[in-house]
């Protein structure tokens, strides 16, 4: 793994902190499904893609907000 350039990681982060962030709130949620919906249909299966770890870290994120917030079914 290459070493962490903060000041390119600042600059890179800044551009996407309002989208990708831990969700608080429903709505915080439902905008990150959402945005995997969108991410699945334009990464499909390809495992090479450049986005395809995204997919992996949203996903980790609306799992952990249902783990907190939603009721399991039983």
Known sequence: ???LDLNH???AWSSLADTIFVPHTEQDYNHLVNLLDRLIDQV???ETHPLASLIDVIGVLI???EDHHVPEVN
Do not use: K
């Open 9 to 11: 990681t600042i600059t």
């Open 1 to 3: 793994m290459q070493a």
């Open 44 to 46: 499909g299966e390809d």
């Open 63 to 65: 799992e952990s907000y």
